[in-house]
């Protein structure tokens, strides 16, 4: 079965610092991997997505996430933390065989200090 | 451009009392539309998903229900709401096939008293 682990609950960053978001998985075939980004009482933000190709992967709002095949880990980046940042990550990993489902990690909050 | 819309935005109800909560999305034909619940601000749990009119799957069995009655509105009702129900619901939408990711409404925040 597949699944998805984010092992942080928090991670604290101060601003203008590299930030990293941690995930790993595990699928039986090729993994199609997602990444989320949810502030305080809001819907789901999509913020990128690997399904194939580069292993460096660019989204929205300055993040990329880079995928390892060989750690099967899918973590999520960016160069330079913004206060703004702050909020609760998800990351998310499509069911095999099951083109309708999304299976996601409990979600990682970051705290991005001033 | 697609939006998806759900209302209420928040509700509180009664221990006992009925629930719908609706949901529907704009722009786009024949979209999967999810249901979530989220508690206290973490992990989300798939409630139902549904891929076309009618057709409704139930992923944790518990005293909601879902319907679709057309293609892009999705509900989600109680006969009797318990203490447990209390979150945050989250309905979503995408596209079918296994690259696409799903787009998600803002959220009805219900707390049942």
């Known amino acids: 079965a597949q699944s998805v682990a984010q092992p942080e609950d928090q991670v604290n960053v101060a601003e203008g610092n590299p930030l990293t978001v941690k995930c790993t998985y595990s699928?039986?075939?090729?993994?199609?991997l997602f990444w989320y980004v949810q502030y305080p009482n809001r819907g789901l933000q999509f913020l990128l997505k690997?399904?194939?190709?580069?292993?460096l992967v660019k989204g929205s709002y300055g993040f990329e996430a880079e995928f390892n095949k060989s750690q099967t880990s899918f973590h999520l980046k960016k160069p330079s933390a913004l206060v703004s940042d702050s909020a609760l990550y998800f990351c998310?990993?499509?069911?095999?065989?099951?083109?309708?489902?999304?299976?996601f990690g409990k979600g990682t909050r970051l705290h991005i200090l001033p | 451009s697609q939006t998806i819309h759900q209302w209420p935005a928040t509700l509180v109800q009664p221990v006992g009392s009925p629930l719908s909560l609706e949901c529907t999305v704009e722009?786009?034909?024949?979209?999967?539309l999810y249901w979530y619940r989220q508690a206290a601000g973490r992990g989300l749990q798939l409630l139902f998903y549904?891929?076309?009119?009618?057709?409704i799957s139930s992923e944790v069995p518990q005293n909601l229900s879902a319907s679709r009655p057309q293609d892009r509105q999705f509900i989600l009702s109680s006969k009797k709401l318990l203490l447990s129900d209390s979150g945050f619901y989250l309905c979503?939408?995408?596209?079918?096939?296994?690259?696409?990711?799903?787009?998600f409404g803002p959220g009805t925040r219900l707390t049942v008293l």
């Open positions: 699928v039986s075939g090729n993994p199609y």
């Open positions: 690997y399904i194939t190709g580069d292993n």
């Open positions: 998310a990993v499509r069911e095999m065989n099951r083109d309708d489902k999304i299976i």
């Open positions: 722009g786009t034909s024949n979209p999967n």
């Open positions: 979503a939408w995408s596209k079918g096939g296994r690259y696409n990711e799903q787009f």
């Open positions: 549904s891929v076309g009119i009618g057709q």
